[in-house]
Nanobody, 126 residues
Framework: QVQLVESGGGLVQAGGSLTLSCAAS????????MGWFRQAPGKEREFVAAITWSGGATYYSDSVKGRFTISRDNAKNTVYLQMNSLKPEDTAVYYCAAEFGRTAGAGTTKSEYDYWGQGTQVTVSS
């Protein structure tokens, strides 16, 4: 079992930056692929970014590539999402998720992830 707690959301103006954190507890954090997803009102939850268990590879959706950066610190059991050049369309609840058992690559669909946090709201004003 893994518990995930997101933090760092808030209100920011367009063009601004935020860094989200996700603290994990429970099973060995370094054995999990970690991902970030988001869900806007009335929309499906969508993939944002993922990072392999070692941190050696990262994956991004086209909508955030070049603006967002995912990273992890296995010593601190934490994964981060640095978000720059934020746009109003980035407004959503952001969720971190953990995928267990993958030895290569990272999942990019919500069905591949085993554990989820409660989410943190990000609002970007125009």
């Amino acid at each position: 079992q893994v518990q995930l707690v997101e933090s760092g959301g808030g209100l920011v103006q367009a063009g601004g930056s935020l860094t989200l954190s996700c603290a994990a507890s429970g099973r060995t954090f370094s054995s999990y692929t970690m991902g970030w997803f988001r869900q806007a009102p009335g929309k499906e939850r969508e993939f944002v970014a993922a990072i392999t268990w070692s941190g050696g590879a990262t994956y991004y959706s086209d909508s955030v590539k070049g603006r967002f950066t995912i990273s992890r610190d296995n010593a601190k059991n934490t994964v981060y999402l640095q978000m720059n050049s934020l746009k109003p369309e980035d407004t959503a609840v952001y969720y971190c998720a953990a995928e267990f058992g993958r030895t290569a690559g990272a999942g990019t669909t919500k069905s591949e992830y085993d554990y989820w946090g409660q989410g943190t709201q990000v609002t970007v004003s125009s």
